[in-house]
């Protein structure tokens, strides 16, 4: 009888563990960036009973695994913690980075693509007579909108600039399997000259890009 009793025991023990911890998303809102995501991870650890937290960049949420007893709002007021402006939600779905600002009315700038779809050869669109920029970005990189910042500065003071964005999304996608392997990196800007010279800007590196634009 003392096997059976010894299972039993084992059985109401591993039970009684399962139930202990649980595993949460919450969405986060208010963040410009995937690094950010770092900051908000520390003040969850320093939580008592958070085991493990996780961020998804593109859904921009936290999969946190907690003992049982620690609450959603003990998650929350952590997250609000990191920064001002920052917000979790519970569940998933609702996360969102803060969005870029527009550009300016009657200025050369558009979408290409917002989903790391394939663009096909960046010469064949190109507008003739203009520097054409195109901004290979994505969402949860930072400095890409320190990029899209100066960009927007450029084509308000230039009309023979035209921007052309490009959301790569990551690197495995259509679009980054097209640009090939000169694309390692984000930022990442390519610029064609109006008489068809292809110069790449690396990073948030504006005295290339400056340079760049006044290339005959």
Request: hydrophobic share 40%; net charge negative; glycine share 8%.
């Amino acid at each position: 009888m003392v096997r059976p009793f010894l299972i039993a025991a084992f059985l109401l023990a591993a039970s009684t563990l399962a139930r202990a911890e649980r595993t949460q998303v919450y969405s986060v809102q208010g963040i410009d960036c995937a690094s950010c995501a770092e900051d908000i991870k520390g003040k969850l650890k320093k939580v008592k009973g958070i085991q493990k937290v996780d961020f998804d960049k593109h859904a921009v949420e936290l999969t946190v695994r907690m003992a049982d007893g620690v609450s959603d709002q003990a998650v929350l007021d952590a997250i609000a913690r990191s920064e001002e402006g920052i917000k979790g939600i519970v569940g998933g779905g609702q996360g969102a980075y803060l969005p870029v600002p527009e550009f300016p009315p009657g200025t050369d700038v558009q979408l290409l693509t917002r989903d790391g779809s394939a663009v096909g050869p960046l010469p064949k669109l190109a507008v003739p007579g203009k520097y054409t920029v195109f901004d290979v970005f994505a969402d949860w990189c930072g400095p890409c909108r320190e990029v899209d910042e100066r960009l927007r500065q450029v084509v308000t003071e230039r009309p023979d600039v035209a921007i052309r964005k490009l959301n790569v999304r990551d690197f495995d996608t259509p679009l980054a399997l097209e640009l090939g392997s000169a694309f390692e990196t984000l930022p990442y800007v390519v610029v064609l000259t109006p008489k068809g010279k292809r110069i790449e800007v690396v990073g948030n590196d504006f005295e290339a890009l400056d340079k760049a634009l006044q290339t005959p």
